[in-house]
């Protein structure tokens, strides 16, 4: 619903406020047009009508006016355009209010406009002194602020209900996957080898064959023969993940690959890892932040036997997350389940920490550790803060998330009003 501008650094703060809160609310229709469509100027003066949307008119004062914003804005492009455009949608966003029989109170149009001035650090009488002394007059600001309260109301009235922000949704929304693709991310596929101390001699040439492969096609076929990975059907393939999520100790060396070069061994708890880097994505710098994991193990058997399938499918339909796993495995012995609290992603073995890499929370991996089929669930993923560094709050969060799913709804519903419209110009 919001079109933000970009402004320069040295933008008074006056302009820094206004684009905190976006333009594209609009200016609002005057008070005194109504639902019948005026007649169009035919070069009449500057406050008759030049375009009607649903019968309400905008005068060519109201798109001087907004230009005049934009300009203030330091907003490139087709202003005039820009202004129509931005006063359609609010004519549109007032007419669909009246049709709800909504309006906005005088008493809440000036707290809307002293909560604008104050994100300025300015009282709504300074800031309309700053408008004042730009070109914009007072009353272009109320109608700005107007259609934005009223236009708040009838999404609020037609959408609130079907909103429903869960506890689950504020726990992913405070994890680390919350920042996924804002640095540096990964596309890796993965060749897992066992390496019992009988085979371990063995393991390690086959490793040092499969580090020598240089290119997708023969790395996944390699990977469909001898890895003992969850994803060697998929020729080994792993999905995009953040750089973070490895272990910190892994980093420089996926770092160091290039695209289609797979890295040297790296021995694990029983088994021997290979990477191949498909790709890279440098959103951002990579980062050095560390998380903290809590995940569970649940030994599920003799690797490719029926009971560690069975037990595997068990968790699959009926663990959506760890604690469900204590009724999946209650007539195992106590042994088979462990969950492990958060902890630092150095301090977890590497073979675990591999495996969680790649896993949002409740998903799940296998790996083969000490002659069985292990499975490994991920229970919590959280960023280690910088000392003075607060967490956000739950409420913020929920906040957070209710505006942004209010916002959809909002930007779909207006869209189908400009759609729908009937707009006339001279």
């Known amino acids: 619903m919001t079109k933000m501008v970009r402004l320069t650094p040295r933008c008074r703060p006056l302009n820094a406020a206004v684009l905190a809160l976006g333009l594209a609310?609009?200016?609002?229709?005057?008070?005194?047009?109504?639902p019948a469509a005026p007649a169009l100027a035919q070069g009449?003066?500057?406050?008759?009508?030049?375009?009607?949307?649903?019968?309400?008119?905008?005068?060519?004062?109201?798109?001087?006016?907004?230009?005049?914003?934009?300009?203030?804005?330091?907003?490139?492009?087709?202003?005039?355009?820009?202004?129509?455009?931005a006063l359609i949608e609010d004519r549109l966003r007032t007419w669909r209010a009246k049709l709800d029989g909504m309006t906005a109170s005088p008493e809440l149009v000036d707290e809307g406009m002293t909560e604008f001035a104050g994100r300025a650090n300015l009282?709504?009488?300074?800031?309309?002194?700053?408008?004042?002394?730009?070109?914009?007059?007072?009353?272009?600001?109320?109608?700005?602020?107007?259609?934005?309260?009223?236009?708040?109301?009838?999404?609020?009235?037609r959408y609130a209900g079907r909103v429903q922000i869960t506890e689950a949704d504020i726990d992913?929304?405070?994890?680390?996957?919350?920042?996924?693709?804002?640095?540096?991310?990964?596309?890796?596929?993965?060749?897992?080898?066992?390496?019992?101390?009988?085979?371990?001699?063995?393991?390690r040439e086959l490793a040092g064959q499969v580090s020598a492969i240089r290119g997708e096609a023969e790395f996944a076929n390699a990977a469909q023969q001898v890895s003992a990975s969850a994803t060697r059907d998929q020729g080994g393939r792993l999905q995009w993940m953040p750089l973070q999520n490895l272990p910190p100790a892994l980093r420089p060396t996926i770092m160091a690959l290039k695209p289609g070069e797979a890295s040297a061994p790296i021995e694990l708890n029983g088994a021997i890892a290979v990477f191949m880097l498909r790709g890279m994505d440098e959103g951002g710098p990579a980062s050095t932040g560390a998380?903290?994991?809590?995940?569970?193990?649940?030994?599920?058997?003799?690797?490719?036997?029926?009971?560690?399938?069975?037990?595997?499918?068990?968790?699959?339909?009926?663990?959506?997350?760890?604690?469900?796993?204590?009724?999946?495995?209650?007539?195992?012995?106590?042994?088979?389940?462990?969950?492990?609290?958060?902890?630092?992603?150095?301090?977890?073995?590497?073979?675990?920490?591999?495996?969680?890499?790649?896993?949002?929370?409740?998903?799940?991996?296998?790996?083969?550790?000490?002659?069985?089929?292990?499975?490994?669930?991920?229970?919590?993923?959280e960023k280690v803060r910088p000392e003075g560094e607060a967490a956000p709050s739950r409420d913020?969060?929920?906040?957070?998330?209710?505006?942004?799913?209010?916002?959809?709804?909002?930007?779909?519903?207006?869209?189908?009003?400009?759609?729908?419209?009937?707009?006339?110009?001279?």
Request: proline residues 5%; hydrophobic residues 45%.
């Open 291 to 381: 998380q903290t994991l809590g995940y569970a193990l649940l030994t599920l058997g003799v690797p490719g036997s029926p009971e560690a399938a069975e037990l595997a499918g068990r968790v699959a339909r009926s663990a959506k997350g760890c604690d469900d796993l204590y009724t999946v495995a209650k007539s195992l012995p106590p042994s088979w389940l462990t969950r492990v609290e958060p902890a630092a992603q150095g301090a977890i073995p590497q073979d675990v920490g591999l495996a969680l890499a790649h896993l949002d929370i409740g998903e799940t991996t296998r790996l083969q550790r000490g002659g069985n089929e292990v499975l490994v669930m991920l229970c919590s993923r």
């Open 172 to 203: 992913r929304a405070m994890l680390v996957e919350a920042d996924r693709g804002a640095g540096t991310r990964v596309l890796l596929s993965e060749i897992i080898i066992p390496a019992p101390p009988e085979y371990a001699a063995e393991a």
């Open 396 to 426: 913020a969060v929920r906040t957070q998330l209710l505006n942004q799913r209010m916002n959809s709804y909002a930007d779909s519903l207006l869209a189908d009003l400009v759609a729908n419209a009937v707009i006339v110009r001279p």
């Open 44 to 85: 009449g003066g500057l406050f008759a009508p030049v375009i009607t949307v649903n019968g309400l008119g905008i005068s060519r004062y109201e798109i001087e006016q907004r230009m005049r914003f934009l300009q203030l804005l330091r907003q490139s492009g087709d202003l005039r355009k820009a202004a129509e455009d």
């Open 123 to 157: 009282t709504k009488e300074q800031f309309i002194a700053e408008l004042t002394r730009a070109g914009v007059s007072e009353q272009t600001f109320r109608d700005f602020v107007s259609a934005g309260v009223v236009w708040r109301d009838v999404v609020r009235a």
């Open 25 to 34: 609310a609009g200016l609002g229709w005057t008070p005194g047009n109504g």
